[in-house]
C-alpha cells in the first residue's frame, strides 16, 4: 500500500534550525501537492505549507520567512526547512500528499506524524 513516512523531529531551543523529512513509499503514479500540517496540544490541525506539482508554494503567515518546502521527485519526497524556531511552534508535525496509486486511484495520502518541540 501507499505510506507516508516522516521524519526529523526532536527538541530544540528556541532561534534553532529543524528539517523534517517525508518519503512516500509503494507503487505509485503521481504526485501532485505535498504539504506538511501541525497540530499543538489542545488545538485544531492547520496547514502550515504546500507546494504544488508546478513548484509553487504557499506558507501560513505565522511561519513566512522561517520556513521553507521543497520537494525531490525522484525520492517522492517533501521537506520542510525550520529556522529561527520559536515555543509556539511546538507541535505534531503532519505529512500529506495528493497520491495517484498504480491503478490512477486518487489517494489523500496522511504521514503518522512528527513531534517537534521547542524549548524556551
Known amino acids: 500500500q501507499v505510506q507516508l513516512m516522516e521524519s526529523g523531529g526532536g527538541l530544540v531551543q528556541a532561534g534553532e534550525s529543524l528539517r523534517l523529512s517525508c518519503a512516500a513509499s509503494?507503487?505509485?503514479?503521481?504526485?501532485?501537492?505535498m504539504g506538511w500540517y501541525r497540530q499543538a496540544p489542545g488545538k485544531q490541525r492547520e496547514l502550515v505549507a504546500t507546494?504544488?506539482?508546478?513548484?509553487?508554494?504557499n506558507y501560513a503567515d505565522s511561519v513566512k520567512g522561517r520556513f521553507t518546502i521543497s520537494r525531490d521527485n525522484a525520492r517522492d519526497t517533501v521537506y520542510l526547512q525550520m529556522n529561527s524556531l520559536k515555543p509556539e511552534d511546538t507541535a505534531v508535525y503532519y505529512c500529506?500528499?495528493?497520491?495517484?496509486?498504480?491503478?490512477?486511484?486518487?489517494?489523500?495520502?496522511w504521514g503518522q506524524g512528527t513531534l517537534v518541540t521547542v524549548s524556551s
Open positions: 509503494g507503487v505509485i503514479l503521481g504526485i501532485n501537492t
Open positions: 507546494i504544488a506539482g508546478s513548484g509553487s508554494t
Open positions: 500529506r500528499a495528493d497520491i495517484y496509486d498504480a491503478l490512477r486511484r486518487p489517494l489523500d495520502t
